[in-house]
């Protein structure tokens, strides 16, 4: 069972339409990050969320996006008017905490905007 | 702006041989670094990490040797196997906070 699951793994939407996009660990973390990597480039950090709050967030991250934790489980990311250059994998990926700090990385959803 | 980066986009071996993966890096901030297997599809998968303190660490199959001096980071697979093949990516974490910043990829790709 993986560690992070994200829903839907592919969505289609048309430029302008709002799309949210939904992340559910295996367990109870407190650091969330999503990422986001358009096809063929390098993977990209959006935003940070820790303790229900923005820690850190990159300059894609614009105010056409927002994250949150609706139900203490789920998180969220939220593009309120897509464009066409939105289309991209979105990862989430959290920090298991064990030895090696490693982030773990859901398998992401595929957001095409036509 | 400092980035991280890959030398070689594709990298071609031959089943069983030992696969050299490299990277370099210009934000002496960094404090910890890791490699990621990507397959087609997939999201990244954690292969192995270093932090800054040490110069190398050893996996199943895998090594990570970091040069600070040089700013270079690299992944050494040994025996190569065909379900190695993949886009292999370097990450580094400022000390400032815990955002990674990717490099570009490489593509492994190995003939049987």
């Known amino acids: 069972e993986p560690e992070v699951t994200q829903t839907p793994s592919h969505q289609v939407t048309q430029m302008g339409q709002e799309v949210i996009l939904r992340c559910v660990p295996i367990?109870?973390?407190?650091?969330f990050y999503w990422y986001r990597q358009i096809l063929g480039q390098k993977v990209e950090f959006l935003v940070s969320?820790?303790?229900?709050?923005?820690?850190?967030k990159s300059e894609i991250f614009d105010d056409q996006f927002s994250v949150e934790r609706p139900d203490g489980s789920n998180f969220t990311l939220k593009i309120r008017s897509t464009k066409l250059e939105d289309s991209a994998m979105y990862f989430c990926?959290?920090?298991?905490?064990?030895?090696?700090?490693?982030?773990?990385f859901g398998s992401g959803t595929r957001l095409t905007v036509v | 702006g400092e980035s991280v980066g890959l030398h070689l986009p594709t990298l071609s071996v031959q089943e069983g041989d030992n696969s050299i993966i490299n990277c370099a890096y210009s934000?002496?901030?960094?404090?910890?670094f890791i490699w990621y297997k990507q397959e087609s599809g997939k999201g990244p998968q954690f292969i192995i990490d270093?932090?800054?303190?040490?110069d190398k660490r050893q996996g199943q199959r895998v090594t990570v040797l970091l040069n600070k001096t040089v700013k270079h980071l690299s992944l050494q697979i040994a025996a190569t196997q065909p379900g190695d093949s993949a886009v292999y990516f370097c990450?580094?974490?400022?000390?400032?906070?815990?955002?990674?910043?990717f490099g570009g990829g490489t593509r492994l790709m190995v003939k049987p």
């Open positions: 990926a959290i920090i298991l905490g064990r030895i090696n700090y490693g982030y773990t």
């Open positions: 270093i932090r800054s303190n040490m």
């Open positions: 934000n002496s901030a960094s404090d910890y």
């Open positions: 969320f820790y303790n229900n709050e923005i820690s850190e």
């Open positions: 367990s109870n973390h407190l650091y």
């Open positions: 990450a580094e974490r400022n000390n400032a906070g815990n955002m990674l910043t």
